[in-house]
């Protein structure tokens, strides 16, 4: 990784769990269902459209790779995904695995409450934690 300075926010040394040429995948720091990642294109553009030809290419492999983890690991069933940057100007996605049952991991009980209204209002989880759910879905 480098030159990531635009993204620090996200904590992608910390965080990421996967990294790909184009496209780094990092757990969010605040989990609206178990397995939540964003997905930071490597390079600080502010438009989706600005997106170059082999970057588009390369984002449903991460895709496909990300929700073949979380229906392994989790039991995920399907998935939601957000392109919202109205605080963080540069290309990222918000993904959010989907859930029919409770899941008990980590000595905590997750639960989709099936609506992502409280996208914005979740807690940021410790550190310890979310190195947790990271070092689960390496």
Not at 36 to 43: A, F, G, N, S
Not at 65 to 76: D, N, P, R, S, V
Request: charged share 35%; proline share 4%; hydrophobic share 40%.
């Amino acid at each position: 990784m480098k030159n990531l300075e635009f993204m620090k926010k996200f904590r992608p040394e910390e965080l990421c769990i996967k990294e790909f040429e184009h496209w780094i995948v990092c757990v969010r720091q605040k989990q609206v269902t178990l397995g939540d990642v964003v997905i930071l294109l490597k390079r600080p553009i502010e438009n989706v459209g600005y997106i170059l030809p082999e970057e588009g290419a390369e984002f449903p492999k991460v895709v496909n790779w990300y929700e073949k983890l979380c229906k392994e690991k989790f039991g995920a069933i399907k998935f939601n995904y957000m392109i919202m940057m109205m605080h963080d100007p540069f290309v990222h996605y918000h993904a959010f695995p989907r859930y029919d049952k409770k899941i008990e991991l980590f000595d905590e009980e997750w639960e989709d409450k099936n609506t992502l209204n409280n996208f914005a209002s979740t807690q940021l989880l410790e550190d310890k934690l979310l190195f947790e759910i990271r070092d689960y879905m390496k």
